[in-house]
C-alpha cells in the first residue's frame, strides 16, 4: 500500500467539485440494513467523531470550490446540530464554497424535529432528504424502521414547509402494492416534495430479514412482480411530475441531486467519515469503516484510507460504462468495440442507441446487473 | 544383419549404440531406469522413475515425448568394460518420427513387447523401421512380474514376426529389475560394435537437435568416421554453413564436456547458432578443412499433419504468443506456424503438428510456460484444391477453402492405419471404419487371438474421433498405427457455422458431402450444450454454401432483477465486475454472444 504518512493523496479539486460527510448514528438498526452505521454511540463519540471530521477536513484541504455538499449516514439527524454546524463551519473557513452551493442533510423523520430544521437553515442547508420509505405500517414494520406513517407525514410537511428543495427516499419492499404507492406518491407530491429516490429492496446477508425470508418468516417477491410494481410506480412518479433521470431517481425538473449526478459523471468529490469514499479524478480511496479506526488514524495525523486505487484507461472505461448506464444521458458509443454489436439489446427493447449514447429502457434498468456484466465484455 | 564395410578399430570394439523401442507404454523408460541403475551410471539420489523423461509434460503425463540419449559404463560377466550409448525413444505414432531418427545413430535395438498385452500396432511398425536401418534387433518380453503376464504366449507371438528361436527372447521386468543384466550381456554379445575409420575426414550424422538459452543450438550427434576436436570449424554439408565446435562431449543426465569425440561415438556439438533450424536434423556434419565427400543420407523430413489456429483469448496476447511460438520452435522444428486472421477470433496463428496429442502438447505447453490463453480451432487436415483456372493451392484453414463454384477438384491426406485386435471385435472394427470412409487393404492374424487389421482412410476423419470410438468399441485392447500414403480426391465441402446469422470463420469445417447433414446437426447440438445461455438468445445454424442444414438455439437468462443505488464507493463495484470478466477469460466475444473456448473443438466431441 502507498505510504500515507508523508504522501499526502494528490489535490482532490481538480474541477471543482462535491464533499460527502458520513454520519454513522443510528437511533435504531434496520432490519434490511447493511451500510456503515452503528446504534450504539453517545455525546462522547459523537464529540469525538465531530473532531476527527475537522481533522480530516484539514487533512484532505484543497483549494477548489466546492458546489455541493452531502451529510450522509447512517442518519444525520442523530448528530447534535451544533455539532453539524461546527462541521460545516470548518468545510467553510477550510474550503472555497461557492455561492450558490447545494448542502443536502439526510434525517430520519423520527429525529426531524423543528429545532432541528431552525438550525440546519442557519448553517446553510438547503435541502431535505428524508428517509420515509414508506407510508404503510405493515411495511415500515417489516423494514423495522422507528416511524410510524404519522411521524412520517409529520416529517414531510416540516420539512417541505421549511425547505423549497425536499427529497424523500421509497423502498419497494415486500406489502408494497399499486394503490399504496399511487396514494403516496400522490401526497408527496401534494406536499410539495421535488425529488424522489424509488429503490427496490435489496437483500443481503447477515441482515434480520435476510433471516427472517430464509426461515420462511417472510416472504420476499418474485421478480415479475417487483419489476411490475416498478414500472407501475416509475408511471405513476411520472404522472405526478417526477421525471426519472437515473434508475431510482426521479425529480421536478430542475431538482435533480446534483451531488449524485456528480458520481455518475465522474466529477471529484472528497468523501470525509469512516468508510466514506473520495476521488480526485484519477485516484480514488476508500477510507476505514470502522468508526474506531478511523478516528484513532486521523489522531495520529494519518489519512484514514482503508483502499486506494489508481483506475487504468481500461478500469475508467468500466466505471464509464457502469455509471453511464444507471443514467438517462446513457453511456456514449465510443466506449464500444463494435456498435453493431449492439443493435440486438435495442431489438429487444432493453435499450435505446441515439446519436451518441446508448440509453437503457426501464426494462433494461431492471436487468441492469446482467446487461452491465453483458456490456463490460464489450468494450473496446 | 547389418553389413559392415569399414573396419573396425581400437577402443571402437568396445562401444555399442542401441536404443529401446516398443509400443506405447510398453516400459520403455523404466527399463532404462534399471539399465542405468545395473550400470551404476546414475547414483541413488538421481534417481527417480523413468528419470529420462525430464520435460515436466513427460512427467505428468508419463509418456516419452523426446528421444532422450545416455552414456553408460558397463563391465560385463567375463570382466570386460564397455561403453553403451543407449536411446530411450517414444512410443505414441505422433512421435514416429524421433525413433526413426534415433535408429540411424545405432547398431541394434532393444524391441520391448508387454507380457500382458503383446504385439501391438507400433510395436510392428517400429519393428519395420528397425529392420530398415538393418540394425540388430534383440526381443525383450517385459512386465514378468504382472500376474495377468503371458510369456509363452507373446513369445509365440514374437517368434511368428521375427522369425528368431524363443531362446533369443529376453525375459525382464523392468519393474524389480529381474533379467535386466541378462539383457546388457545380450547388447555386448549381439549387437555388432560400431564400425568406421577414426583417422578419415569427420562424417557424422545429427540425428536431434535442441536449444539451450545459454549455449545456442546443439547438435545431436553420432560419428560415422572421423574424429571432431573442441573448437574445431564444422562444415554442414546440406546447409552450407559453417560453425564453431565451442563445446563438444557426450550425455549423462546432462551434458559431459569433452575434448575430442571419434568415430562410433554419439555425442554432441554445441555451435552457438542463434536457431536450432541451422543445424538441421538429418545434416551430415564434417570439417571444414578437411571435409569429407559423400554426405550421409539423412532423413525425410518430419511434416505436419494436422493443423489448427490457434488465438489468444486477449488480443493483447498476440505479441507474446508469437514469441512464444518462436522459441517453442527453437526445440521442435515439426512444429510451424504462420499467421493468420479470424473475422472471428482476431489475429492469431495457423499451426501445424504431428498430430494431435503433438498439438495437445504445444497448447498446453504455451499456456502454462508462458502464461497465455488460447483459443484453439478444430484441428484439420492440409487440403490440395485444384481450382478451374488449373491453379493448385494447399489450404489448411477450412475457412479458406474456395466456392464450391470455383473448385475443380479437392484432395485430402490418406493413412494407411494399421490396427491390431482381438479377433472378437473385427466386425465392429470394420464397422467404424467403413464408417468413417475407409477401405479394409488387410486382414491378417498374428495369432489364433489377435487380428491385424489394415485400412486407407481420410486422415481427417482419424484426427476427429477414431482412435476413441476404437478404444470403445474394443474395450481398450485395439491399437492403432498410421502412416501417411497420399492426398486423394473426394467430395468434399465446407460447412459453415452461423451464430446469429453470421458465419463464425473459426467454426468452419470440410467434410465429405455424404456426412455433412448429420454432422450439421450434431454440430449444432453439441453447440447448444456448449454455449452458456446469455442477455440474448443464441441462434446456431449450420450450412452448406446458402442452404441452412441444420438450427438450433440457446435461450436468453435474465438475472434477477435490481435496481440499487449505491454512493460513493464506485471502486467496489469496479472491481466486482472486473472479476466477473476475469471469470470469463474462456470465453471469446463473438458479436454479442461469448462463446467459450471448448465449442471451437466441439466437433472433436460429436457422437456418430
Ligand atoms: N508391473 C510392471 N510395470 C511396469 C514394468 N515396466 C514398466 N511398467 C509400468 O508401465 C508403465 C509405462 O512405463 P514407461 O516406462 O513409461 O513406458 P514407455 O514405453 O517408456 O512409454 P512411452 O515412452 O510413453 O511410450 C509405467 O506405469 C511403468 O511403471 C514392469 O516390468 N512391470
Ligand atoms: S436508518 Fe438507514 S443507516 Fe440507519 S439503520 Fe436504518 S437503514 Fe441503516
Ligand atoms: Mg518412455
Redesign the pocket.
Known amino acids: 500500500m502507498i505510504s500515507r504518512l508523508v504522501d499526502k493523496p494528490p489535490s482532490l479539486l481538480k474541477r471543482g467539485g462535491g464533499l460527502y460527510l458520513h454520519i454513522p448514528f443510528c437511533g435504531s438498526i434496520c432490519s434490511y440494513c447493511h451500510f456503515n452505521r452503528i446504534a450504539e454511540h453517545d455525546n462522547n463519540l459523537r464529540k469525538q467523531f465531530t473532531e476527527s471530521v475537522i481533522k480530516e477536513l484539514k487533512l484532505r484541504v484543497d483549494n477548489l470550490p466546492l458546489s455541493t455538499i452531502y451529510v450522509g449516514g447512517g442518519t444525520p439527524s442523530q448528530l447534535e446540530p451544533e455539532l453539524l454546524i461546527e462541521i460545516l463551519a470548518s468545510v467553510r473557513s477550510l474550503y472555497k464554497v461557492i455561492d450558490d452551493v447545494e448542502i443536502t442533510c439526510e434525517a430520519n423523520p423520527e429525529s426531524f424535529t423543528a429545532e432541528l430544521v431552525e438550525i440546519w437553515k442557519s448553517a446553510g442547508v438547503n435541502r431535505i432528504s428524508l428517509g420515509v420509505q414508506s407510508l404503510d405500517q405493515g411495511v415500515l414494520n417489516a423494514l423495522g424502521r422507528q416511524c410510524n406513517p404519522e411521524t412520517a407525514r409529520a416529517a414531510l410537511q416540516l420539512a417541505t414547509s421549511s425547505f423549497s428543495n425536499v427529497s424523500a427516499d421509497w423502498i419497494l419492499a415486500p406489502g408494497c402494492n399499486v394503490d399504496q404507492l399511487k396514494s403516496a406518491f400522490n401526497e408527496a407530491a401534494e406536499l410539495g416534495v421535488k425529488h424522489i429516490s424509488f429503490y427496490i429492496l435489496e437483500l443481503h446477508d447477515k441482515t434480520k430479514l435476510s433471516d427472517r425470508i430464509l426461515t420462511g418468516e417472510l416472504k420476499m417477491m418474485q421478480n415479475d412482480s417487483i419489476a411490475e410494481l416498478y414500472k407501475a410506480g416509475v408511471e405513476i412518479l411520472e404522472q405526478q411530475g417526477f421525471q426519472q433521470y437515473e434508475v431510482s431517481n426521479f425529480a421536478i425538473s430542475g431538482y435533480e441531486s446534483k451531488h449524485n449526478s456528480a458520481y455518475w459523471q465522474r466529477v471529484p468529490y472528497i468523501g470525509i467519515g469512516p468508510g466514506a469514499s473520495g476521488f480526485d479524478g484519477e485516484r480514488r480511496y476508500t477510507n476505514k469503516a470502522g468508526i474506531k479506526h478511523w478516528i484513532s488514524c486521523i489522531q495520529s495525523g494519518e489519512f484514514p484510507e482503508d483502499f486506494v486505487d489508481y483506475p487504468c484507461e481500461k478500469s475508467q472505461k468500466l466505471e464509464q460504462l457502469f455509471l453511464g448506464l444507471r443514467t438517462k444521458a446513457g453511456v456514449s458509443l465510443e466506449l464500444f468495440d463494435n456498435v453493431e454489436s449492439l443493435e440486438q439489446g435495442a431489438t429487444i427493447g432493453l435499450w435505446e442507441i441515439n446519436k451518441h449514447n446508448l440509453v437503457l429502457t426501464l426494462d433494461g434498468m431492471l436487468q441492469i446487473d446482467a446487461i452491465e456484466e453483458h456490456l463490460a465484455g464489450q468494450l473496446g | 544383419m547389418a553389413v559392415h564395410f569399414l573396419k573396425t578399430t581400437g577402443a571402437m570394439k568396445d562401444f555399442r549404440n542401441f536404443c529401446i523401442i ?12 534399471r539399465m542405468l541403475e545395473v550400470t551404476g551410471t546414475l547414483d541413488r539420489n538421481q534417481m527417480q ?2 528419470v529420462l ?1 525430464s520435460m515436466d509434460l513427460e512427467k505428468e503425463r ?3 515425448i523426446k528421444s532422450h540419449p545416455i552414456r553408460m559404463n558397463f563391465d560385463s560377466a567375463s570382466g570386460a568394460k564397455f561403453v553403451l550409448n543407449l536411446i ?5 505414432v505422433d512421435f514416429h518420427y524421433e525413433v526413426s531418427r534415433s535408429l540411424a545413430a545405432c547398431e541394434g535395438a532393444i524391441l ?1 513387447v508387454d507380457a500382458v498385452q503383446g504385439i501391438q500396432a507400433q510395436t510392428i511398425n517400429n519393428l519395420y523401421l528397425a529392420m530398415e536401418h538393418d540394425l540388430e534387433i534383440i526381443p525383450v518380453i ?5 500376474p495377468a503376464a503371458r510369456p509363452e504366449y507373446v513369445t509365440e507371438q514374437i517368434v511368428d514376426l521375427l522369425g528368431c528361436e524363443p531362446e533369443e527372447i529376453l525375459h ?5 529389475g529381474e533379467g535386466v543384466p541378462e539383457i546388457l550381456e545380450a547388447v555386448i554379445e549381439r549387437v555388432p560394435a560400431p564400425e568406421g575409420n577414426s583417422d578419415a575426414p569427420l562424417k557424422a550424422l545429427i540425428f536431434d537437435s535442441i536449444f539451450d538459452p545459454f549455449v545456442g543450438a546443439i547438435a545431436y550427434v553420432r560419428i560415422m568416421q572421423g574424429a571432431i576436436n573442441k573448437g574445431d570449424m564444422i562444415h554442414l554439408m546440406q546447409s552450407g554453413m559453417e560453425h564453431e565446435a565451442n563445446e563438444i562431449g557426450w550425455f549423462r543426465l546432462t551434458r559431459v564436456k569433452k575434448k575430442i569425440l571419434s568415430a562410433g561415438e554419439v555425442g554432441y556439438i554445441a555451435t552457438g547458432a542463434k536457431d536450432v533450424r541451422h543445424i538441421r536434423v538429418g545434416d551430415t556434419v564434417t570439417l571444414a578443412d578437411n571435409k569429407c565427400i559423400e554426405p550421409l543420407k539423412g532423413y525425410v523430413e518430419a511434416k505436419p499433419m494436422v493443423f489448427s489456429g490457434f488465438y489468444p483469448v486477449d488480443n493483447d496476447q498476440y505479441n507474446d504468443l508469437q514469441d512464444a511460438l518462436t522459441k517453442i520452435q527453437l526445440n521442435d522444428a515439426s512444429l510451424t506456424w504462420e499467421k493468420e486472421k479470424s473475422a472471428a477470433l482476431g489475429f492469431g496463428f495457423r499451426c501445424g503438428f504431428l498430430g494431435l496429442l503433438h498439438m495437445e502438447i504445444m497448447q498446453e505447453r504455451l499456456e502454462r510456460e508462458y502464461d497465455l490463453n488460447l483459443i484453439a480451432t478444430l484441428p484439420n487436415v492440409e487440403y490440395e484444391v485444384t481450382k478451374k483456372t488449373g491453379e493448385t493451392l494447399l489450404v489448411e484453414n477450412p475457412a479458406l477453402m474456395p466456392t464450391p463454384s470455383e473448385v475443380e477438384v479437392v484432395r485430402e491426406p490418406f493413412v494407411k492405419a494399421s490396427v491390431i485386435t482381438p479377433a472378437e471385435y473385427i466386425g465392429p472394427v470394420i464397422k467404424i471404419s467403413l464408417d468413417r470412409r475407409g477401405t479394409q487393404r488387410k486382414m491378417e492374424y498374428i495369432d489364433t487371438e489377435r487380428v491385424n487389421l489394415e485400412f486407407d482412410i481420410p486422415l481427417s476423419e482419424l484426427v476427429v474421433d477414431y482412435y476413441d470410438k476404437l478404444k470403445s468399441v474394443t474395450k481398450g485392447y485395439a491399437s492403432l498405427d498410421y502412416e501417411y500414403i497420399e492426398h486423394r480426391a473426394g467430395d468434399l465441402i465446407k460447412l459453415d457455422i452461423l451464430i446469429n446469422g453470421d458465419p463464425v470463420d473459426a467454426l468452419a469445417c470440410i467434410t465429405h458431402r455424404s456426412s455433412a447433414h448429420d454432422w450439421g446437426l450434431e454440430l449444432c447440438r453439441k453447440l447448444k450444450e456448449l454455449i452458456p445461455r446469455q442477455m440474448f438468445q443464441v441462434a446456431i445454424q449450420a450450412s452448406i454454401g446458402s442452404k441452412v442444414v441444420a438450427r438450433t438455439s440457446v435461450k436468453a437468462f435474465r438475472k434477477n432483477v435490481t435496481a440499487k443505488c449505491y454512493g460513493g464507493d464506485i471502486s467496489r463495484k469496479r472491481k466486482l465486475l472486473e472479476k466477473q470478466k476475469a471469470g470469463k477469460k474462456r470465453m471469446k466475444q463473438i458479436g454479442s454472444v461469448e462463446i467459450p473456448q471448448e465449442a471451437f473443438m466441439a466437433v472433436l466431441k460429436v457422437e456418430r
Open positions: 516398443a509400443h506405447i507404454d510398453h516400459g520403455k523408460s523404466t527399463l532404462a531406469d522413475e523413468q523423461d508419463g509418456i516419452t530411450d525413444t517414444p512410443g505414441h520391448v517385459n512386465k514378468i512380474d504382472l525382464v521386468s523392468a519393474k524389480t
